[in-house]
Nanobody
């Protein structure tokens, strides 16, 4: 089992920045990748960014150049630095961990981009 706890969401003006954090606990030694998904009202959940245990990264086209995913030194924490935020980035952001083919999810953190 893997438990994920997110923090860092909130309200920000367009063009602003936020950093999301996700701390994993439990069987973290077998996590192969961690990432962030988001779900806007009335839309499907989508992958935003992912980082593998080998530090390979993937970004959705909509966030390339604006968002950066990284892992902490202890490897059980993942961050999502979000810059140049747009109103269309408004969503609930979910932390995800892949462990032996099983997806684990955090409870979600609301990010609202509005003036």
């Amino acid at each position: 089992q893997v438990q994920l706890v997110e923090s860092g969401g909130g309200l920000v003006q367009p063009g602003g920045s936020l950093r999301l954090s996700c701390a994993a606990s439990g069987r973290i030694f077998s996590i192969s990748s961690m990432g962030w998904y988001r779900q806007a009202p009335g839309k499907q959940r989508e992958l935003v960014a992912r980082i593998t245990s080998g530090a390979g990264t993937y970004y959705a086209d909509s966030v390339k150049g604006r968002f950066t995913i990284s892992r902490g030194d202890a490897k059980n924490t993942v961050y999502l630095q979000m810059n140049s935020l747009k109103p269309e980035d408004t969503a609930v952001y979910y932390c995800n961990a892949l462990n032996y083919g099983i997806n684990y999810w955090g409870e979600g953190s609301l990010v609202t981009v509005s003036s």
